[in-house]
């Protein structure tokens, strides 16, 4: 018994109802508490040098390349610590090696800086660069260290050698080395003068933590240089005993409480296998009390308990465990009244907490366990009020949706799953590397203040000029518009608008659609050569959105993209553009703009009726067949006065109006009309209404060439669009100007007092001279294009200005830095046209590089280094980078438009940061004329850079928020400062004098708080970040929020890897699942126990003996490749693309078709490395389609650029692309492809004949594929009526067909019959080596099995294996990583379900025919041969009808009543069980694409898909028809009558709702007697026989 002491010590802490567990708690309890231990591994090994390696990465990340090869110069490791970097590896020797490395990094590295290196070598970040090195690595030399030079790849194996290597350059077929992009180049010399004329690239490959590097360095004189880490020769890197497993931080362990109806575990399974210990301790370690293993419990503080009374340890573990399991049955039975409110006294408990993060952590992480004590709590009016003001404001959207942290502003979404801390500590980084450029700014506070401020960054926005903006300015096509511009409409002034609102406040409802407002809101001008096919097809869309009545005010510009005429009328050949739009000028001046209109509309007819008749692609009525036309619509039409959208819109820039001069077209019949239309359209004549016609067409294109507009553009609002591209361009365009219109109108901009709507909408809230004069499609590509800020342009104090012409009519605060070679035609046109700008006045100054001076070559070499790379003609404006050396280099006007619109964002800087009033105060010996100072504009140029680099991300102050509704000190905003020391300078770097603040949206009754708790706390007491928490608590729940516990993988203090569960209550049957990053795809590596069913045995819940200790081990077997492609000319995925992945000895090592949802594509790399991306060799997609190159993925410098820019779509192209797996997030590439040259009318599709579908089934499955595309083109994509409209139209869907006999051919491979199935849980493992072997023993010829992988434990797959050897066929595991764009689930049982069923397109190899699904629970009684040569009339797959010969369930088959009968309207409910899937038509009619966006789309209503993998092909019917196979091939004693089990051919083994039974139980009963060759029992033992002689061999 305690003895009095105890007592008393515990009866000031414990209350009355713990007291009472005190003497039974010591009789009856175990003294070990349940412990739960997950470790993630990775597919490559580490050692005690990695730790120095990674540090070296992230140093020349964080510093730069001078830097890191600085501290390679500087730093001496003396024996004893290379003897701690070289040490054989162990768990202990590695923590001694990083300790090491941080004491070296840490005299050149600021404190904070520091501390993101100690997180990421706890996180391993830079382990996969590591190893990335590693294998690409030439091994072509066996000797360490090396230099490779290149061009030519000599090899020098002593520093004495590179001069010899040198004069051998250039002979062989190595051009420059494989590059990774992260590869820091430094030229190792201070005078540039003595660079190697050859201009070689040398490659170091050295172990720098063993290798001494300075030698090689000082032969390195004159030349550009890396570092390529290599540490072992490849042949040994496996079997030395320097390396061991590598341990990975940053996954989630899940362990749900399971849903205990059916109780379908394996009983027969027992917990006597001996644990590893390879990760947990022994029962002693877990009975510390460490102030970590939840030892607060019910106000009892364990840890000093057992500090103050040691030898009474395990008698308060004895204690603390029924505490914890009586606390955890109270949760479970909490009352409906009692979690109504848990939410709210959630937030009282983080704010009465003496640490809030930890708190936090705890109550959400342990929820089950806390839930009954926290439903006590106490919940003031304050919070209540507060609460409820903030859920209606996040309903409303004022406040961000829970599950968000900012760091410094930047959103990252951390309710995802898939959450990366990798991706969070990258972007941790680049904030604070950003801010630390404001010491170099200005040392004002004020100036710092403005740069910081978001109000700044978002008036940067609104300028549209600066990273987030991927428009260029609008152009004024108001000024100078006299005459040119013809409108269709006029919704301000037409009568068919006039029943609509006039208000622009209604911009501001929410809405699906464009608003229907009777103002001119949306203008489209469209640039029209009215003689081509882009033309009709534009006229097309026009008359539809007319005629629908969409917002949308139109306007023509015709103009004549040949301007050319022939000296006489040929009335056979088509028309040009000049002659179109001379008849409609003619008829809209004498009929009115609708008669005009309706006869262009007339003449698109035409076109399609000839196209019709000729079955030609594109085919164009004669001149003459336009001029009947023209002549019929003129006679027969009345005269009637211009409508008010004929008139010309005045013009509010200049005041000027329209006048019109008055054509008389004689109209009196057919014939007088054609014989004026043939006058005005004569060369030869010189009439009234010749000269007419040729002024207003001259008109027009006068005005098109002054604005930079080319022939079949549009414009909308002033955004200028080359082509005609409306689906891909102008619907998207809609609905962001619509959000652009709003936020006028929000603010006042925009109100129902406004004049000129058109005018305000070009405007904004800018002025006029924000808007370009003109339109250059330099500068709009250069604008939509991926921006870079180079801030270092502005660190070089030795720059040679050349000022420019003082002006006092302008002034200009932009400043030039030109880097281009005046030897090439592309560098000296860009010299020139800079130095023209300065000319003008246009710039404040000038600065060239390029010249042979040693003085610019440093200069340039210090900006290539930062961001340009060699070769290139690059301009700098201001830090923004503009590379001019394009095949056409940009003119002066070209680059005024960007000049123009960086000095509209240099006079707002210069405004806010106050130094207009210093604009007077000139350099001595500058003119005396207004002008700012060259301080002033270096000034200028570094905050332009600093808000450039800030506005790559979009960013918000979710705290400014809610002061605005809540006020400044609501309890729902906690603010906790960082627990260290304000950072101070270290040797080499000042440390930033701001620090980035992290804010964090929370639930704290949710998965997302769950996950953020563990990291917001890393960033706060590791990296020393201000965090500040926003509580959003659901205010009135229904239901128990959280039925799991829950760890983050996150431990940057002791750099502890694995994640540990402790005090978790015995009575719960747990289940484990894990979240990961994105690009992870894991498998269980350890696991004794069966993870889906976690329990606790009577004297053990552990994996050994009597122990509670539970080892999980997973392990990551590859990093996902993902990405999306696209045809560059079609804009769209194209359908079939098969793409593979080969490694540096160009084998496939994946392979995979695209998605038609997104583009999307998935494939692996088993480790780091550089891979190539290409289209699968030896297939229809490398013949029709090749790549289309991209901008370049590195330059030599370690620049690297993204695929992401759309480029050229006829730019060159390539056999494959980059794929560079580097870091834990994986790659993410965009492919864009086009058809070849004489391929383009050819589909990957056409060689499958669609015979075997009906008509309708035929109409189903094409026409549905509509909204599969709406969903693979985002821009198809558009919102109620407009979308319907549009959809048929723009997204000509091809007839796909299929081939009678797809599973006729090939012989061998065709033959073997493939089975898919998948499994969870160690009863489901046992079931599926039992089907394994009845579908062996019944089905004839070869069987090969595709098992699932991603929950199967390594002891199935040593079963699985035995079973092959035993039975002769072959098993392959798939996997797949669900993606991120896919609405997600969250319960393990429906992941699988989803796994089953949305994934069957792209799980397979490509050469797989068929695949016949099996559930693990199903006997096999027939031969599936007959299944797999089973006619299916065409369909895409086949399942068997539900049965109903069962009375007594019927009443629990939900389709025949309701909802789903009504939607089957008599089609049959088929069960998922058994299926057969042809992956040929499959996959060419896109039915996996099909289902994944019907299944999107579902899954956003919680209640709908219940039975996920079944009722999701069920409901899909109507679109994607199903083959019902006969009924006896599913045989299910749920639903099926005694008597037809006989017949059947398959037996599963069904829930029963009725009797809800084990399922090992219903199958020894069910799989049992005469009609069964085997027993159930016997089949079981002869798998455990095949498991006991594998073993034993």
Not at 308 to 331: F, G, H, I, T, Y
Not at 603 to 616: A, G, K, P, R, Y
Not at 1408 to 1418: G, Q
Not at 1489 to 1515: G, I, T, V
Request: charged share 25%; with cysteine.
């Amino acid at each position: 018994m305690f003895t009095a002491n105890l007592l008393r010590d515990m009866a000031t802490a414990l209350p009355s109802r713990a007291r009472q567990f005190v003497v039974m708690t010591v009789i009856l309890w175990p003294a070990v508490a349940r412990r739960i231990e997950v470790r993630m591994s990775a597919p490559w090994l580490t050692s005690c040098f990695h730790p120095w390696l990674e540090a070296l990465e992230f140093f020349g990340d964080e510093r730069g390349s001078a830097a890191m090869w600085q501290f390679l110069r500087e730093v001496h490791l003396d024996k004893d610590a290379r003897r701690v970097l070289a040490a054989p590896y162990s768990e202990e020797a590695f923590s001694q090696a990083v300790t090491l490395t941080l004491d070296v990094f840490e005299a050149w590295l600021s404190p904070q800086t520091h501390a993101l290196l100690k997180v990421a070598l706890a996180t391993r970040e830079f382990a996969p660069r590591v190893e990335a090195h590693q294998s690409i690595v030439d091994r072509r030399s066996s000797c360490l260290p090396r230099a490779v030079v290149y061009p030519g790849g000599h090899v020098a194996c002593s520093p004495e050698e590179l001069h010899f290597a040198s004069q051998h350059c250039g002979n062989s077929s190595f051009v420059i080395p494989d590059l990774l992009g992260s590869e820091q180049f430094s030229f190792y010399s201070g005078d540039e003068r003595n660079r190697n004329a050859s201009g070689s690239v040398v490659e170091l490959v050295a172990n720098a933590a063993k290798d001494d590097v300075k030698p090689w360095m000082m032969q390195l004189h004159g030349r550009y240089f890396f570092l390529r880490h290599s540490f072992m020769h490849h042949n040994s890197y496996h079997n030395s005993a320097a390396f061991g497993k590598t341990y990975l931080q940053g996954f989630g362990a899940n362990l749900d409480i399971k849903n205990m109806e059916y109780k379908n575990w394996d009983y027969e399974r027992k917990q006597t296998k001996g644990g590893s210990g390879a990760i947990g301790g022994t029962d002693e370690e877990v009975l510390t009390f460490d102030g970590k293993d939840d030892d607060d419990i019910e106000g009892v503080q364990f840890a000093m308990l057992a500090k103050r009374r040691p030898e009474l340890k395990q008698r308060l573990a004895k204690l603390r465990n029924a505490l914890v399991d009586e606390r955890s049955n109270d949760s479970a039975q909490l009352k409906i009244w009692r979690i109504r409110d848990l939410g709210l006294q959630a937030v009282v408990a983080v704010l009465e907490g003496h640490d809030a993060l930890r708190m936090l952590a705890d109550i959400s992480q342990n929820f089950p366990s806390q839930a009954a004590a926290l439903s006590a709590t106490r919940v003031s009016n304050t919070i209540r009020t507060h609460g409820a003001t903030m859920l209606n404001s996040v309903v409303r959207g004022v406040v961000p949706r829970p599950g968000t942290i900012y760091i410094g502003g930047v959103p990252m979404n951390i309710e995802s799953p898939a959450f990366s801390v990798h991706s969070m500590m990258k972007l941790v980084r680049a904030e604070l590397k950003c801010l630390a450029q404001l010491n170099s700014i200005s040392p004002d506070d004020r100036v710092r203040a403005t740069l910081l401020d978001p109000a700044t960054l978002g008036e940067v926005e609104t300028l549209g000029v600066s990273m987030g903006s991927k428009r260029s300015p609008r152009v004024d096509l108001l000024s100078g518009s006299k005459g040119a511009i013809t409108y269709l409409n006029n919704l301000e002034e037409d009568a068919r608008y006039k029943g609509w609102s006039r208000s622009v406040q209604t911009l501001l409802y929410p809405s699906w659609q464009l608003h229907a407002i009777a103002k001119n809101l949306f203008t489209v001008i469209i640039f029209v050569d009215a003689g081509t096919r882009e033309a009709l097809a534009a006229f097309r869309l026009v008359h539809i959105l007319l005629d629908e009545e969409f917002p949308i005010r139109f306007g023509l510009v015709f103009m004549d993209a040949a301007k050319s005429e022939d000296a006489t009328l040929d009335l056979s050949k088509p028309p040009t553009g000049a002659q179109i739009a001379a008849l409609f000028s003619l008829l809209k001046n004498a009929k009115g703009v609708e008669v005009a209109w309706s006869w262009l509309r007339r003449l698109v007819d035409v076109h399609d009726e000839l196209l019709h008749e000729s079955q030609l692609d594109f085919i164009s009525p004669t001149l003459g067949e336009v001029i009947d036309l023209f002549a019929r619509i003129a006679a027969r039409s009345p005269s009637s006065s211009r409508s008010s959208s004929n008139d010309d819109t005045k013009d509010k820039f200049n005041g000027e109006g329209r006048s019109q001069e008055d054509v008389v077209l004689r109209t009196t019949s057919t014939m007088v009309a054609k014989e004026d239309a043939w006058d005005a359209l004569s060369p030869a004549s010189s009439s009234h209404l010749r000269k007419y016609v040729i002024a207003d067409v001259q008109r027009s294109q006068d005005f098109a060439s002054m604005k930079g507009v080319s022939s079949n553009s549009f414009a909308l609002n002033g955004q200028v669009i080359e082509g005609l591209a409306f689906q891909t361009e102008l619907l998207p365009l809609l609905g962001e100007e619509q959000n652009r219109l709003a936020e006028l109108v929000a603010t006042s901009v925009l109100t129902d007092k406004t004049k000129s709507i058109y005018g305000k909408a070009l405007l904004g809230a800018g002025k006029k001279e924000h808007l370009a004069s003109r339109y250059s499609a330099f500068a709009s590509k250069f604008f939509n294009s991926e921006k870079t800020f180079i801030f270092e342009a502005f660190k070089e104090q030795s720059l040679s200005w050349n000022y420019a012409r003082p002006s006092k009519a302008t002034r200009s605060l932009v400043s030039l830095i030109v880097d281009a070679d005046c030897n090439t035609t592309a560098g000296k046109a860009v010299v020139e046209a800079t130095l023209e700008l300065a000319d003008r006045g246009v710039v404040a100054r000038v600065a060239l590089l390029g010249n042979e001076t040693s003085l610019y070559q440093q200069q340039a070499h210090s900006l290539r280094r930062s961001g340009a790379s060699v070769g290139d003609a690059v301009v700098y404006m201001n830090g923004l980078k503009v590379d001019a050396g394009a095949r056409k280099p940009p003119t002066t006007e070209d680059l005024r438009v960007i000049v123009d619109a960086e000095n509209a964002v240099a006079e707002m800087l210069a405004a806010k940061i106050g130094l207009d009033e210093d604009y007077g105060a000139n350099d001595a010996a500058r003119d005396t004329a207004p002008w700012p100072t060259s301080a002033h504009l270096d000034l200028i140029g570094k905050a332009r850079a600093f808000i450039g680099t800030r506005g790559q991300s979009s960013r918000d102050d979710p705290v400014a928020h809610v002061e605005r509704i809540l006020g400044l000190n609501s309890p729902l905003v906690i603010r906790r400062l960082s627990r260290l020391k304000r950072p101070s300078s270290g040797n080499l770097q000042a440390a930033p004098t701001e620090s980035a603040g992290v804010v964090a949206v929370l639930d704290p009754l949710t998965e997302a708080a769950q996950r953020a708790a563990p990291v917001l706390t890393t960033l706060r007491d590791v990296v020393g970040l201000e965090v500040t928490l926003i509580l959003v608590p659901n205010t009135e729940l229904s239901e128990v929020p959280l039925q799991k516990y829950y760890r983050f993988a996150l431990d940057a203090v002791e750099s502890d890897s694995k994640t540990v569960f402790t005090s978790l209550p015995r009575s719960h049957v747990l289940t484990l699942r894990i979240d990961t990053p994105e690009a992870w795809d894991v498998q269980i590596g350890l696991a004794d126990q069966d993870l889906d069913n976690l329990r606790c045995e009577r004297d053990a819940c552990g994996d050994a003996g009597s122990s509670d200790i539970t080892i999980v081990e997973y392990k990551l077997t590859s990093l996902v490749v993902a990405g999306q492609c696209y045809d560059a000319r079609e804009g769209r995925p194209p359908n079939g693309l098969q793409v593979e992945l080969a490694d540096y000895a160009q084998s496939s090592v994946a392979d995979t078709i695209v998605m038609q949802n997104l583009g999307y594509f998935q494939l692996r790399a088993s480790t780091p490395g550089k891979f190539a991306l290409r289209l699968a060799t030896g297939t229809p997609s490398a013949e029709l389609y090749d790549i289309v190159a991209s901008p370049p993925r590195t330059s030599l410098h370690g620049e690297r650029s993204s695929h992401n820019a759309l480029g050229d779509p006829d730019g060159p192209t390539l056999t494959s692309i980059d794929a560079i797996v580097a870091d834990l997030n994986g790659e993410t590439v965009q492919l864009r492809v086009r058809k070849k040259t004489g391929y383009e009318a050819l589909s990957l599709l056409d060689r499958f004949q669609q015979e075997e579908v009906s008509d309708a089934e035929k109409h189903a499955l094409t026409s549905s594929r509509d909204g599969v595309r709406a969903q693979a083109d985002p821009s198809l994509r558009t919102r109620g009526l407009l979308g319907r409209l549009l959809s048929p139209l723009l997204s000509k869907v091809p007839a796909y067909k299929v081939e009678k006999n797809a599973d006729a051919g090939d012989g061998a491979q065709l033959d073997t019959v493939h089975v898919f199935s998948l499994a969870t849980g160690a009863l489901y493992e046992r079931f599926l080596k039992i089907m394994m072997l009845s579908v062996r023993k019944r089905t004839s010829g070869p069987v090969k099995f595709w098992l699932f992988e991603n929950y199967l434990r390594p002891d199935f797959k040593i079963g699985a294996a035995a079973l092959s050897k035993s039975y002769n066929f072959d098993v392959s595991y798939v996997t797949y990583k669900w993606p991120q764009w896919l609405r997600r689930q969250t319960i393990k049982q429906r992941i699988i379900w989803g796994y089953k069923i949305l994934f069957l397109d792209v799980l397979f190899p490509l050469g797989i025919p068929k695949i016949i699904y099996v559930d693990a629970d199903l006997i096999v009684r027939a031969d599936l041969r007959e299944l797999w040569t089973m006619d299916i009339g065409g369909r895409p797959y086949a399942y068997t009808p539900f049965c109903a010969t069962r009375p007594e369930t019927l009443g629990f088959q939900f389709w025949r009543s309701g909802y789903w009968k009504d939607h089957l309207r008599g089609r049959a409910y088929h069960i998922s069980a058994l299926y057969v899937v042809d992956l040929v038509k499959f996959r060419h009619l896109g039915v996996g694409d099909q289902l994944r966006a019907l299944y999107d789309q579902l899954a956003r209503d919680p209640n709908s898909l219940a039975n996920l993998d079944q009722d999701l092909p069920n409901y899909a019917q109507h679109s994607i028809p199903i083959f019902s196979l006969p009924q006896e091939w599913l045989w299910c004693e749920s639903w099926c009558s005694d008597e037809s089990k006989i017949s059947s051919k398959t037996v599963d083994l069904c829930n029963n709702p009725l009797h809800k039974e084990n399922k090992l139980s219903m199958a020894k009963r069910i799989i049992n007697g005469s009609l069964f060759l085997e027993a159930w029992d016997k089949l079981d033992d002869e798998v455990k026989q095949a498991e006991a002689n594998y073993s034993g061999s």
